[in-house]
């Protein structure tokens, strides 16, 4: 952890990886794929130690796109980051 904190970068690891599973959840996989198109982030406060959770929700459930906001807070429920990604199928 570069000077004690969690990188934002790897707070964009889990928010992706949220984002594209509950895509996939949300598709017929026999049809369709999902990959990533995209990512934004906002990081809020620092992190130095704990772990952090993740909460992914939809924003828009289109036909060639979802668009998910996903919160990743610390061990007391405050949030450290906030991203939306896209993802296709």
């Known amino acids: 952890m570069p000077l004690g904190l969690l990188h934002g970068g790897a707070s964009c690891v889990p928010a ?9 959840l949300c ?3 026999a049809r369709y794929g999902v990959v990533g198109l995209g990512i934004n982030a906002s990081h809020l406060r620092g992190v130095s130690g704990g772990t952090v959770t ?6 828009r ?3 060639s796109s979802h668009v998910w906001s996903i919160e990743i807070g610390d061990a007391r ?5 906030r991203m ?5 199928r």
């Not at 992706?16 to 996939?24: G, I």
């Open 61 to 63: 459930l289109g036909r």
């Open 27 to 29: 598709v017929d996989p």
């Open 77 to 81: 429920s405050r949030m450290v980051s």
């Open 16 to 24: 992706e990886t949220l984002a594209s599973y509950a895509s996939y």
């Open 84 to 88: 939306t990604t896209a993802g296709g």
């Open 54 to 59: 993740g909460v992914c929700r939809p924003v």
